[in-house]
């Protein structure tokens, strides 16, 4: 049974201009107006999906507006096609194709980019996050990526993606993802530089090369939404980002963002779905590199120990472990190297505090302060892991102690991370501000410099 029509306005427009029942030989003119935008591959299919609420790209509608004035005789709006304005992020759907995935790109990347410090409505949806995993990981493999537009797109601009990924993610270590002006560079560089370069000639090579580049800034614009809080931009670019791995052929970096996805979920707890999306992850890496098998079965003991399931949770840890003692064979892939024993650790400390073995959790403190320099926000956050572990096995003393240190360590991080380990330290607390000591490191807590 069809879904009922809910674009009233683009219906009128197509059966004005005579193509009601002709919804073929529009999207055929469709992709004659918009040549120059590249080798577009829209069909009567794509026509159904617009007449029943799905929102195409700017320049997308504005290619309609010319085909069908052309047929009309007359001038068409855009904002005559029943599409409403671009603030609107779409709906957070695993694309269905290459092209599909180009047009929810070029959309988010405009919305933030224009509306940096608008909040947006809508929660993290775990259903869609899972449905996501399943395409990534099942769905048949896009055969050619070649493609015909107005830039000619080589390897050398590919590898600048990379140079701008790895920028960004520099800052993000050091300073947090807390100020939306950071997001907004970064959308506005994606929207000026990476869409063209999408939409543009490229080989079947470059154009696998260039999809992980992208899949790469998408997830590292995830991780920084993600890190500021903004959960429906994170989902977004990280659906995404499966998406534009999954056609560049990189399995090993989809894995990364699936687990990502997984570490998003544990935050905002849904444990449950968050342990699938870390098994769906370890699964679809299949033989990879020892640094990546240990961050990905890191990620699963962190999700099973907020779940309570210890045995999952101890049986992940040993993995991590053992798979972070064969690195030295394997490094894999830049983006892995970050993760280090130091990041391991603080996994441990994580989980196995919340199944409350603090003992056992404590013992991993000081290998989780290990950190290089440019781990600032991840300092941040294991120092205060550090002194709310110790708060929860009933050292106060020890508590007050890592708390002075966090009130020191977060200056300059702009985290909604940081902020909520802030809050949960500070709860932690709370029972024992008789204690002056106690009262005083609350005071040193609430000034400290760590909002958003």
């Not at 194709?97 to 929660?123: C, P, Y």
């Not at 990924?165 to 560079?185: E, K, M």
């Not at 002194?387 to 702009?414: E, F, I, K, N, Y």
Request: net charge positive.
């Amino acid at each position: 049974m069809a879904r009922p029509v809910t674009n009233a306005a683009f219906d009128g427009l197509l059966t004005a201009a005579g193509y009601g029942n002709a919804h073929a030989a529009f999207a055929r003119q469709l992709n004659h107006a918009g040549r120059e935008q590249g080798a577009w591959r829209y069909d009567a299919a794509s026509v159904y999906w617009w007449l029943r609420g799905r929102r195409p790209g700017e320049h997308v509608q504005a290619a309609m507006a010319e085909t069908l004035a052309r047929k009309l005789g007359r001038p068409v709006s855009a904002s005559e096609l029943g599409f409403g304005v671009s603030e609107s992020t779409g709906t957070c759907v695993y694309p269905a194709s290459v092209d599909a995935a180009i047009d929810a790109a070029e959309q988010i990347w405009m919305t933030l980019a224009k509306h940096f410090n608008r909040q947006v409505n809508g929660t993290f949806d775990s259903g869609k996050a899972l449905h996501a995993a399943l395409g990534w990981r099942y769905d048949l493999p896009d055969e050619t990526l070649s493609r015909r537009g107005r830039q000619q797109v080589t390897s050398a601009d590919v590898q600048s993606l990379y140079a701008l990924a790895d920028h960004f993610t520099d800052l993000d270590r050091r300073h947090g993802s807390g100020s939306p002006h950071t997001r907004a560079v970064m959308a506005d560089l994606l929207v000026r530089q990476v869409g063209p370069m999408l939409r543009g000639t490229y080989t079947d090579a470059v154009g696998r090369d260039l999809m992980r580049a992208a899949a790469t800034l998408a997830g590292q614009l995830a991780f920084m939404s993600y890190d500021a809080g903004e959960h429906v931009f994170a989902q977004h670019h990280v659906t995404l980002g499966l998406r534009l791995s999954k056609a560049g052929n990189d399995r090993l970096y989809g894995a990364h963002l699936l687990a990502n996805v997984a570490t998003q979920a544990v935050f905002l707890g849904h444990a449950r779905e968050a342990a699938r999306l870390a098994e769906a992850a370890i699964d679809g890496a299949g033989r990879a590199p020892a640094t990546v098998l240990a961050r990905l079965h890191a990620t699963a003991a962190t999700a099973y120990g907020q779940a309570g399931e210890r045995r999952a949770c101890q049986r992940a840890l040993n993995k991590a472990e053992r798979s972070l003692d064969r690195t030295g064979t394997d490094p894999g892939p830049r983006w892995v190297g970050y993760f280090t024993p130091a990041h391991l650790a603080g996994a441990a400390l994580r989980c196995l505090g919340d199944l409350h073995l603090y003992s056992q959790a404590l013992r991993h403190a000081a290998d989780a302060l290990t950190l290089g320099s440019q781990n600032t926000r991840t300092r941040a956050l294991h120092t205060a892991l550090v002194a709310m572990t110790h708060a929860r096995a009933g050292d106060t003393d020890a508590a007050c102690d890592w708390s002075r240190t966090l009130a020191r360590d977060v200056t300059g991080v702009q985290s909604a991370r940081v902020r909520q380990r802030l809050g949960e330290l500070t709860t932690t607390l709370r029972p024992h501000q008789s204690s002056n000591q106690v009262n005083e490191v609350l005071h040193a807590l609430a000034a400290a410099p760590a909002a958003i």
